[in-house]
């Protein structure tokens, strides 16, 4: 970290998520330079913390080994957070998170719906002791929505229709292999809040913000046109091609997958040069766009009779060299080494702090690259619950040794 | 839309984009209330124009058969923008963008990276316009990476490590069925233009924003633990199931499939319970979480075997009444009829403002609820290239009728 700010620097967030979804808000909020208190349960804290695999003093480990073993999950997660314990629960625990409250500018929960309200940690509590409070709610299906089953990544993907756009008529659905729906409410909860930030500029008070993950996935699947497109009889679903675009698609190499794009006249005449086929452009059945869609699977099979005979690498250069838009189909720990993104902290190294490992962990950074501010984590996270009670609760609320050793004995924090 | 305020309002956003990346991030702003006013070359304007299908006088069509059919990409993307249109290598258009610049907050451009300079629309010349403007730029490779092949969102998929996450072992990578690469980057640059916004507030002054398709993708692939994961000999791409946390992932119906989660004892025996089959707690093989992982293709084949005789329905009926997290693979069109997506606004109707059509046009909605404010699109989107020029250059700018009727002579406009 330079000594440029960060844009969000002299914010505070108190931050009562678990798990993935709300965790991740806060994370973008702490890279983006605001301060984040995470408050944990004394007795164990964030379940993520019991996510294997692990890394400590034995390396990474599929099993916790050691007291200060901690989860990948955790060690992603809550980096640039500060760490309170409180067990909210207890009457007191209500009054810490309230004065905390009444320092903070941001407040993120993702309870199930209607659980903040009854610990009595929801935004009515919080707008109470701080009309200014930007209070955010990540839930499954919306703070209002009556309780249900949990809201699992992998149910909103299925609700969403996410799921059932990828793979191929006749083929079975595919589980996206990032967990999309728990990514995406986050990115549009910081949305929310920064929003609310705005208009708290105007207007001096805070206000509620509520996102769902049903209604964030949705709304990214709906940007696609599908009832037009079924109306005008144009398939939906296509798997690794899109006929209508054709050749455009994910082909297959003697080691590995290329995806290509050679929709337009020039892309599709390189393409057949490439395949050192260069007649193919005076084929009637490929000689112009509209026999090129019309023909589609056949040119897909003879593009593949090409790729199939060819490294991923020699096709790569010799389509790039004929200008047709193409890319390996990386594997992920490949694309964490890109030089771009490395270069750019969009994916960046992580470790635990007092442990070497011999595995490069990488994980996700803030993908936004500023020319007047830095962004980045400070260099503090709670690996043990509760690992920052006496520096927040003497610094932040100059509460007293006496008062903090009540608290800890009582089991508040 | 009531008379509440929206968070965005009284900021002004002049737009560059073109396509999807671009336009999103700036309909994202138009949705929270920013004034945006989309520029576009009088030639033809966004080549969004040209996707089909179209809507208009003969309803949905696969071909554009009247003047004032719009493609429904435009119609869903242009929401709430007023259009300008505007010559950009004409040196007398880019006086009549920076004097726009001098009125403005928020510039926002997705030109392949170094064309915006070239234009002399780039971020120096806006800065010296109004050293207040906040300047976004979305790229596939980011602001500073040399021009190389077209950053299409198949390409991004496939050096993110997304495509080869999905699917499972020894199949080929997936195609993701919604244009995730082509959303997240406007998704992480409206974060960084808020973000900037805020910062402002504090100096007084703007920055640049540059924001990679690469980078935001691979950010929320790297997410996951993959070289950890590898490290402990954890499969990373599994397919429609996951065999650390069985039973969990996507089983087959008679008519369709459902996702359903039992990963923790009180959920595997609602399961087995649900398919009428509760002796299987006791058996050996499932009775407990290792002894359930350990044998999970023998797990999920016997799950598939009962859900195969149910409809879609009924098995989310009988698993739902035990408590497990269980969803149908919904189509998109269903899901973007969900009733709580629907109440939330986070999938709209969106029709020509001229014509009806039959068919039910749904696209993307702002999906954050704010308690103290609104978001939704003004009634105003530029049917023609150029509609609202006399609007914006009389109103915004200032400029007489003389000066824009020479404009338009001279093709500026």
Redesign the interface.
């Known amino acids: 970290m330079t000594d440029r700010?960060r844009?969000?620097?002299?914010?505070r967030v108190i931050d009562l998520t678990r798990a993935?979804a709300g965790p991740?808000a806060t994370l973008?909020l702490a890279g983006?330079g605001a301060e984040v208190i995470k408050i944990e349960d004394p007795r164990g804290g964030d379940l993520a913390r019991e996510n294997?695999?692990y890394?400590g003093r034995d390396?990474?480990?599929?099993e916790r080994k050691h007291d200060d073993d901690v989860s990948?999950?955790h060690l992603?997660r809550a980096r640039g957070k500060l760490g309170v314990s409180l067990d909210l629960k207890q009457p007191e625990a209500r009054e810490v998170f309230l004065d905390l409250v009444r320092t903070a500018d941001i407040v993120v929960e993702n309870f199930t719906a209607g659980t903040a309200d009854r610990l009595g940690v929801g935004?009515e509590a919080a707008k109470a002791a701080n009309p200014r409070v930007i209070y955010c709610s990540l839930s499954g299906?919306?703070?209002t929505?009556p309780e249900g089953?949990?809201a699992?990544d992998?149910?909103?993907?299925?609700?969403?229709?996410?799921?059932?756009?990828?793979?191929g008529p006749g083929e079975?659905?595919?589980?996206?292999?990032?967990?999309?729906a728990d990514?995406?409410a986050p990115?549009?909860?910081?949305?929310?809040i920064?929003?609310?930030?705005?208009?708290r500029?105007?207007?001096g008070?805070?206000?509620?913000?509520?996102?769902?993950m049903?209604?964030?996935l949705?709304?990214?699947?709906?940007?696609?046109?599908?009832?037009?497109?079924?109306?005008?009889?144009?398939q939906?679903?296509t798997?690794?091609?899109v006929q209508?675009l054709s050749p455009?698609?994910?082909f297959?190499c003697a080691d590995g997958?290329?995806?290509l794009?050679a929709v337009h006249e020039k892309l599709a005449q390189g393409l057949f040069r490439a395949m050192g086929q260069p007649e193919l452009s005076n084929d009637p059945r490929f000689a112009n766009r509209d026999s090129r869609v019309a023909n589609a699977a056949v040119l897909e099979e003879t593009i593949n009779g090409w790729s199939r005979t060819q490294s991923v690498a020699a096709a790569v250069a010799e389509l790039?060299a004929q200008?047709?838009?193409?890319?390996?189909?990386?594997?992920?720990?490949?694309?964490?080494l890109?030089s771009?993104?490395v270069a750019?902290h969009?994916?960046v190294p992580v470790a635990h702090p007092n442990y070497t490992s011999e595995?490069?962990?990488?994980?996700?950074?803030?993908?936004?690259?500023?020319?007047?501010?830095e962004t980045g984590f400070d260099d503090v996270m709670p690996i043990a619950v509760g690992e920052h009670n006496d520096r927040v609760l003497t610094s932040t609320l100059g509460y007293s040794p006496e008062r903090i050793a009540a608290l800890r004995a009582k089991g508040v924090i």
């Open positions: 700010e844009p969000l620097e002299g914010l993935l991740y973008l983006l294997s695999p890394v390396g990474v480990t599929v990948i999950s992603t935004y299906f919306g703070a929505a089953g949990k699992m992998i149910v909103i993907q299925a609700l969403s229709g996410a799921m059932y756009a990828s793979g079975p659905p595919v589980r996206i292999g990032i967990p999309i990514m995406l990115v549009f909860s910081v949305i929310g920064l929003s609310a930030l705005e208009q500029h105007r207007t008070i805070g206000q509620h913000i509520d996102v769902s049903l209604g964030a949705t709304s990214f699947v709906a940007i696609e046109n599908w009832s037009a497109m079924a109306a005008a009889g144009m939906a679903r798997g690794l091609t209508r455009f698609g994910v297959e997958y290329i995806a794009v790039e200008g047709v838009p193409v890319a390996p189909v990386r594997h992920p720990e490949d694309a964490l890109d771009r993104v750019r969009e994916a595995i490069d962990l990488r994980t996700a950074g803030i993908p936004i690259v500023f020319s007047g501010a």
